[in-house]
């Protein structure tokens, strides 16, 4: 599903990204863990050619993100607020996403159902714009959004963030269920260790923008990571 192979990103002399081969395939779901500055989101915007890779490239599907757009059908991905459009209300939102995908209203709202839990009653129906919303219910009708399209591969960057503790709880469940059901391919950074491993069965740890481990998950994860984490 994705491939990487000698990608580089290079800011002012600094080598921030350096990723010699990748490899997810479909159906995987792999979590990405690493300290704060690792290079995780610069990667992602590789990955979603927001940014050009100084060197190396990301393939999606044996394609060159950057030669064709056709991995944006079967990919959908929430990195910030950046990806919102803030001067709509959350439905017309959903409603813009679901048309470019040729989704009719009910289907945006069968795709939404299973958020509902996550929506806590307080993303639809608010009579307000996107940008007058909390943090955290900013980042949840981003995942939403993402996940609209039913899309074959799922790219978040810190879905947890910003969340109360009961929404990441709600948020871990809806994605194991997106991955079990639909079998979505998932790439998921996370500073929550525990989230992260419960969601994803393979853990890449990014530092200093090179992977330094990529295990398959196992009862002993967490502790691993914790303790790779101790310093
Ligand atoms: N546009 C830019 N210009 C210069 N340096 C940048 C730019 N974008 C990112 N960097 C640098 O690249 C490095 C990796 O940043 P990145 O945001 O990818 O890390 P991250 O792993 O996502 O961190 P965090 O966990 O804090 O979100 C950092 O040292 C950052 O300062």
Redesign the pocket.
């Known amino acids: 599903m994705l491939t990487i192979h000698n990608l580089q990103k290079i ?2 002399g600094t080598t ?1 990204v350096n990723l010699p081969e990748l490899t997810i395939n479909a159906g995987e779901a792999v979590g990405l863990v ?1 300290n ?7 990667l992602f915007r590789m990955l979603l050619d927001l940014i050009r890779p100084s060197k190396g490239e990301v393939q999606l599907k044996d394609v060159n993100v950057m030669q064709s757009d056709a991995w944006k059908s079967y990919t959908g991905s929430y990195l910030d607020e950046g990806f919102l459009i803030d001067y709509l209300t959350s439905e017309e939102y959903f409603k813009f996403i679901g048309d470019l995908h040729g989704l009719s209203g009910g289907d945006v709202a069968e795709r939404l159902a299973p958020f509902t839990d996550l929506f806590n009653g307080e993303i639809l129906n608010q009579r307000k714009y996107i940008r007058d919303y909390s943090k955290g219910n900013q980042k949840k009708i981003g995942i939403a959004a993402a996940a609209l399209s039913n899309p074959e591969l799922l790219i978040l960057d810190e879905p947890f963030a910003n969340l109360d503790p009961s929404s990441q709880i709600r948020l871990k469940n809806l994605l194991k269920k997106l991955r079990e059901e639909r079998r979505m391919t998932m790439f998921i950074s996370s ?1 929550d260790l525990s989230h992260v491993i419960d969601v994803c069965e393979r853990i890449v740890i990014l530092e200093k923008g090179q992977v330094v481990q990529d295990m398959q998950t196992t009862e002993n994860t967490l502790q691993e990571l914790e303790t790779y984490f101790t310093v």
């Open positions: 800011y002012n921030v690493g704060n500055g690792a290079g995780k989101t610069t500073h």
